[in-house]
């Protein structure tokens, strides 16, 4: 499983090192930094690049309301709101809300839920980095019932280049079958169910 990194961004030392306390109970996290300077959260955000921050909301004055906007496309960032009032998760678009009156059971819930859905976006881009992007458009023409000329004649490419790529599909997915490369493809997002023939 791939470590999730988390930032820290509270005021009050109490909260803050309780949170860090309560989140290195979770499996595969690593707790980056804390923050108590809401002056310093942009840049060390930035710098750090982390996969969730807990973040108190005063924190996110006007230089840091868009915050989570860089990391929103590469989906790099889930953003956790502690605070007293709930309706500051959908200000902010948060991904998930800690009450300050909540016990560490419920903290460890909610930030295992946000750490597992980030841990498997981290195994699924890293298993569709693995493939190029020629590679992937193979897989997705041979997950579409296509034989190897009928993949050459779309792409423009030789037989040849074709079989060579299917090669090296397989040995990277370790994955031999038609079928089992299919499920792969819609696993990923390659292609969809009802594209399938």
Same mark, same amino acid.
């Given at each position: 499983m791939p470590r999730i990194s988390i930032l820290i961004a509270e005021s009050t030392?109490?909260?803050?090192?309780?949170?860090?306390?309560?989140?290195?109970?979770?499996? *595969?996290?690593?707790?980056l930094q804390s923050v108590s300077n809401k002056m310093e959260l942009c840049d060390i955000v930035n710098r750090l690049k982390p996969d969730i921050l807990i973040v108190n909301p005063n924190m996110l004055d006007s230089d840091c309301e868009d915050?989570?906007?860089?990391?929103? &496309?590469?989906? &790099?960032?889930?953003?956790v709101l502690? $605070?007293?009032?709930? $309706? *500051?998760?959908?200000k902010y678009h948060a991904d998930a809300f800690i009450h300050y009156k909540d016990n560490q059971s419920k903290i460890i819930d909610v930030l295992e839920e946000i750490v *597992?859905?980030?841990?498997?976006?981290?195994?699924?881009?890293? $298993?569709?980095?693995?493939l190029s992007s020629r590679e992937q458009n193979i897989l997705k023409h041979i997950a579409l019932g296509l034989t190897n000329k009928e993949i050459a004649d779309q792409l423009f490419i030789s037989i040849h280049t074709v079989v060579t790529h299917r090669k090296n599909i397989t040995?990277?997915?370790?994955? &031999?079958?038609v079928s089992g490369l299919t499920v792969?493809?819609?696993?990923?997002?390659?292609?969809?169910?009802d594209e399938v023939k």
């Open positions: 030392c109490l909260i803050r090192k309780g949170l860090g306390a309560v989140s290195q109970k979770l499996e *595969n996290v690593e707790i915050l989570k906007k860089p990391f929103i &496309k590469a989906n &790099k960032m889930s953003l502690i $605070s007293d009032d709930k $309706s *500051n998760k959908d *597992n859905k980030k841990a498997e976006n981290k195994r699924t881009n890293k $298993s569709n980095e693995t040995q990277k997915l370790g994955i &031999k079958s792969y493809a819609i696993l990923n997002n390659l292609i969809t169910m």
